[in-house]
């Protein structure tokens, strides 16, 4: 039986100021090896002559194709779901997976879905703002007394497990992941409902929602799951109509969740399903 060779094309690697030419170099050959097509190198240093292009043997197509952005922002635009990558674990960034969950979660994506591995400085790694617009953070596996690997070996584990994952469909779990404009229209929901009931939090309201999503953000939601979370708080809706409950039809929840939105206008578009 032949299998088609699977596609990693939604899977983007970003490089956030490499500063060595050879690493971006190996890294282009490390993902081409692993079937990965699309880097991005926020402010690099010149990764078209020297280093670069001997390092890159047989990928020059990944290296010379390279987008090259000013920001992270830029070079994240458009994906939903960001992983970034660290040889430690950092405070405040507690929930840390491992290369093959990791690999799972970017894989089973869904269709139209894009995913990004964001990987740090040679010297410093990425800055604790810039692991904050990551959902996810990844450690590879290594020697407490030296655990930083070299940035290509990083990405090529990364690959291999992303190859490997992508390559064995039994592995694959066969899940109904919910796409994002559903998840969004969930969290709009849940905020909704908070208001509907009242709910005032001590924090900020944005520091609240943000920790919905963190929770949310760290499972992979089915369509089914979002339909129950609906369903409860569709429940929650018609008791506060049935009871006259006066509420503030958008109030500091639902305004918090638009602030906390990473894509305000699609939410607005999205329709709840039932
Ligand atoms: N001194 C830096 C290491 C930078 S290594 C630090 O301690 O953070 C360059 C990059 O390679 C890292 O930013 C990360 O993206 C990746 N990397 C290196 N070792 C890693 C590991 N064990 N797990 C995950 N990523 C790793």
Redesign the pocket.
């Known amino acids: 039986m032949t299998t088609s060779p699977p596609s990693l094309s939604h899977i983007r690697v970003v490089l956030v100021e490499p500063a060595q030419a050879g690493n971006i170099g190996s890294v282009a050959r490390a993902m081409k090896n692993a079937g990965l097509t699309r880097l991005y190198l926020v402010r690099p240093v010149d990764h078209t002559t020297g280093d670069a292009r001997k390092m890159a043997h047989g990928s020059g197509d990944i290296l010379y194709g390279a987008t090259v952005t000013d920001t992270l922002d830029e070079a994240l635009e458009g994906t939903i779901l960001t992983v970034g990558?660290?040889?430690?674990a950092r405070k405040d960034f507690d929930v840390l997976y491992g290369p093959s969950e990791v690999a799972t979660r970017l894989v089973s994506l869904p269709a139209d879905c894009e995913g990004a591995l964001?990987?740090?400085?040679?010297?410093?790694?990425?800055t604790n703002d810039e692991l904050e617009k990551c959902q996810l953070l990844?450690?590879?596996?290594?020697a407490h007394s030296y655990?930083?690997?070299?940035?290509s070996q990083?990405v090529l584990i990364m690959g291999y497990e992303l190859y490997r994952t992508a390559a064995n469909p039994d592995e694959r779990p066969d899940l109904e992941i919910a796409p994002y404009e559903q998840i969004e229209a969930m969290y709009a929901h849940v905020a909704g409902g908070l208001d509907m009931l009242g709910f005032s939090s001590h924090h900020r309201p944005e520091t609240f929602m943000r920790s919905i999503r963190r929770l949310f953000g760290r499972i992979q939601l089915e369509k089914r799951d979002v339909s129950t979370l609906h369903r409860i708080f569709r429940h929650i809706d018609r008791f506060v109509v049935r009871h006259n409950i006066q509420v503030e039809p958008d109030g500091p929840m639902s305004r918090a969740n638009r602030a906390t939105d990473v894509s305000e206008s699609e939410t607005e578009k999205t329709d709840e399903p039932e």
């Open positions: 990558t660290s040889a430690r964001v990987f740090g400085r040679e010297k410093t790694g990425l990844c450690r590879i596996p290594s655990p930083s690997l070299n940035l990083a």
